[in-house]
């Protein structure tokens, strides 16, 4: 079975990767927008291109039977067209929560006539780099919506779940919520970076206004639409859910396993 990573620069893509390695998959192909800064092990067949420029993604898809797809929305019918043109038999797409911007993902997906499984987390757990700054400078973390819960997801977890789907049979047609395995506050993660690190940290809510001006600087114009999802997340908190877990057979990574392995982000 030849498999084709798109996205594989990125950070989910790159962990799709050595996931299916790890797991035995002997014909990867990995289209990359640097193939040098990628990193990518020799067994891998590496491909520069990029599904945003579509007539770079035609040749990779030459005899390719599954193909994880990075998403893209602006592009993604297309992509999507070139992969059932070329004969592919299955997409397996990263997106987000059904109803979200991230939905023009799984039509295009749909529209392609593919068969397909779409994989669907929430907030990723490395969104906590946000935090980073504030951490390494002291032990005080200010930021808007202290009580905003939802179960965010390791990467790790995506791509191992990614690896899965693609390699196993019996996901055709299938949607995949994935989320970690439990609801925490803004408050109640910082708390386990805190713990992770051996310090004890706090959080100091902002006032809405205030928690925009400060994340503009690193989110630019979705600084906006970041902190007003975290808001919704305050009334209607995400439930996690044991996806990871049922796929896997075992547990999803906590936050602050999470934090553990990722300490040095914060020192």
């Not at 030459?62 to 070329?86: N, Q, R």
């Not at 200010?142 to 990614?162: F, K």
């Given at each position: 079975?030849?498999?084709?990573?798109?996205?594989?620069?990125?950070?989910?893509?790159?962990?799709?990767?050595?996931?299916?390695?790890?797991?035995?998959?002997?014909?990867?192909r990995a289209l990359t927008v640097s193939i040098e800064r990628a990193g990518l092990p020799p067994e891998v067949e590496a491909m520069e291109g990029f599904v945003g420029q579509p007539a770079t993604l035609r040749p990779a898809l030459t005899g390719v039977d599954v193909i994880y797809l990075a998403p893209h929305i602006p592009t993604v019918h297309e992509a999507c067209e070139l992969a059932a043109s070329a004969g592919v038999g299955r997409i397996v797409d990263l997106a987000g929560a059904k109803g979200d911007h991230w939905q023009q993902i799984e039509d295009g997906v749909e529209a392609s006539g593919v068969p397909h499984t779409h994989l669907e987390p929430g907030e990723f757990m490395a969104n906590a780099t946000l935090w980073a700054a504030q951490i390494r400078a002291g032990d005080e973390v200010r930021d808007g919506y202290a009580d905003s819960a939802n179960a965010a997801i390791a990467q790790e977890d995506i791509a191992a779940v990614a690896a899965h789907v693609i390699l196993t049979t019996g996901h055709e047609g299938k949607s995949y919520e994935l989320t970690g395995p439990e609801t925490l506050t803004r408050r109640q993660k910082i708390e386990a970076i805190g713990r992770a690190l051996g310090r004890e940290l706090r959080y100091t809510e902002l006032a809405p206004e205030d928690a925009v001006e400060q994340l503009r600087p690193v989110m630019g114009e979705y600084a906006q639409w970041y902190l007003e999802g975290a808001a919704m997340l305050v009334e209607h908190p995400q439930a996690a859910v044991p996806t990871v877990a049922d796929l896997l057979g075992r547990p999803a990574t906590t936050y602050e396993q999470w934090a553990r392995t990722h300490a040095d982000l914060f020192r």
């Amino acid at each position: 079975m030849k498999i084709l990573v798109t996205g594989a620069t990125g950070n989910v893509g790159r962990m799709v990767v050595d996931e299916l390695l790890a797991r035995g998959a002997t014909d990867v192909r990995a289209l990359t927008v640097s193939i040098e800064r990628a990193g990518l092990p020799p067994e891998v067949e590496a491909m520069e291109g990029f599904v945003g420029q579509p007539a770079t993604l035609r040749p990779a898809l030459t005899g390719v039977d599954v193909i994880y797809l990075a998403p893209h929305i602006p592009t993604v019918h297309e992509a999507c067209e070139l992969a059932a043109s070329a004969g592919v038999g299955r997409i397996v797409d990263l997106a987000g929560a059904k109803g979200d911007h991230w939905q023009q993902i799984e039509d295009g997906v749909e529209a392609s006539g593919v068969p397909h499984t779409h994989l669907e987390p929430g907030e990723f757990m490395a969104n906590a780099t946000l935090w980073a700054a504030q951490i390494r400078a002291g032990d005080e973390v200010r930021d808007g919506y202290a009580d905003s819960a939802n179960a965010a997801i390791a990467q790790e977890d995506i791509a191992a779940v990614a690896a899965h789907v693609i390699l196993t049979t019996g996901h055709e047609g299938k949607s995949y919520e994935l989320t970690g395995p439990e609801t925490l506050t803004r408050r109640q993660k910082i708390e386990a970076i805190g713990r992770a690190l051996g310090r004890e940290l706090r959080y100091t809510e902002l006032a809405p206004e205030d928690a925009v001006e400060q994340l503009r600087p690193v989110m630019g114009e979705y600084a906006q639409w970041y902190l007003e999802g975290a808001a919704m997340l305050v009334e209607h908190p995400q439930a996690a859910v044991p996806t990871v877990a049922d796929l896997l057979g075992r547990p999803a990574t906590t936050y602050e396993q999470w934090a553990r392995t990722h300490a040095d982000l914060f020192r």
